[in-house]
């Protein structure tokens, strides 16, 4: 039973409302949401990747926070601090932005490791503690993370175990033509309005994660899936392959892309179509690979090609 999943379809048309021609990064970007990961969007300057963020928390009806990294941010800029007051005589906690529903973390690269790793608590952990004590952060809590590939001077890349935290890495890319021209047209005299789903939010919010978590996905789904990830262990140009973190990404976001298709079942086509998006910036190539010019792209294609889908997978609850 899908009853909520009309309100998704409203949310999505939303933000294509703003969007222009990037449906399937939409789709990817809310399938990461509605599993409970976080996503990391890696593009050249002015290709919308905050208007995405903006206009996703609109259509979900939920609060937005957007910090620009720099190299002197601090911690406590991104988690809060703890000030005294001067009235009271006390220290009281200045909550940071990290305290909203979506947090847009742009050009996280640009700002230091101890800054990037004031995030790995509140991605993975759902909290953020401050002088000793733990604070729980609004549900539903989602990052969105943007960094650019260009002018790597001055920057300092994320470390491997801050990439695993992001279920998605995904990239907007330039629009074409055609799209470019629509663009143009629907933003030449400002902003579009978006709709407004506030009303009920966290109740439909609530209610399609609930549907996503119940969607079934087979025993041989979940076979294909770890013989994947296994693959990338084993593979000879992967110097360090996917975690069991990234088994349990790609089950979730299996399930909510699923959901998005309409059904309440898991094939493997639904693994195949995030599998790339989830897995391929887990993957650390060997030196060898990296002089023969292949990507991480290149090489998962090359792993999830070697690896035998199932074919005769029931799609029912036994």
Do not use: W
């Not at 990391?40 to 609060?63: R, Y």
């Not at 060997?286 to 035998?308: C, D, F, L």
């Amino acid at each position: 039973m899908m009853q909520y999943k009309s309100s998704l379809d409203e949310m999505i048309k939303s933000v294509e409302s703003r969007i222009i021609g990037k449906k399937s990064v939409i789709q990817k970007v809310f399938v990461c949401f509605l599993a409970g990961g976080h996503v990391l969007l890696e593009d050249v300057p002015g290709v919308g990747k905050t208007m995405l963020g903006k206009s996703l928390a609109h259509a979900l009806g939920i609060t937005f926070s957007r910090i620009q990294f720099t190299p002197d941010t601090l911690p406590g800029d991104v988690c809060g601090m703890s000030v005294y007051n001067m009235a009271t005589g006390a220290f009281e906690v200045m909550q940071g932005p990290v305290m909203n529903n979506l947090l847009l973390a742009d050009e996280i690269n640009r700002t230091s490791p101890k800054t990037q790793a004031s995030l790995l608590e509140a991605m993975e952990e759902q909290q953020v503690t401050i002088d000793g004590i733990s604070y729980p952060l609004p549900k539903p809590f989602f990052v969105i993370a943007t960094q650019n590939p260009i002018n790597q001077l001055g920057t300092f890349s994320l470390p491997e175990a801050q990439l695993d935290r992001f279920m998605m890495k995904l990239s907007m890319g330039y629009p074409d033509r055609a799209e470019e021209i629509k663009m143009v047209g629907i933003y030449k005299e400002g902003i579009p309005e978006m709709t407004n789903q506030t009303k009920d939010a966290e109740t439909k919010i609530a209610g399609i994660r609930q549907e996503v978590e119940n969607v079934f996905i087979h025993q041989d789904v979940i076979g294909y899936i770890v013989s994947i990830i296994e693959n990338t262990r084993d593979h000879e140009e992967i110097l360090l392959g996917a975690s069991p973190r990234a088994s349990l990404a790609l089950t979730r976001a299996a399930k909510a892309y699923a959901y998005l298709m309409n059904r309440d079942y898991v094939i493997p086509d639904d693994v195949k179509a995030i599998a790339m998006d989830v897995l391929a910036h887990r993957i650390l190539l060997t030196p060898e690979a990296r002089a023969g010019k292949r990507t991480q792209q290149m090489v998962m294609e090359r792993v999830m090609n070697s690896v035998s889908v199932p074919v005769s997978c029931r799609t029912e609850k036994a």
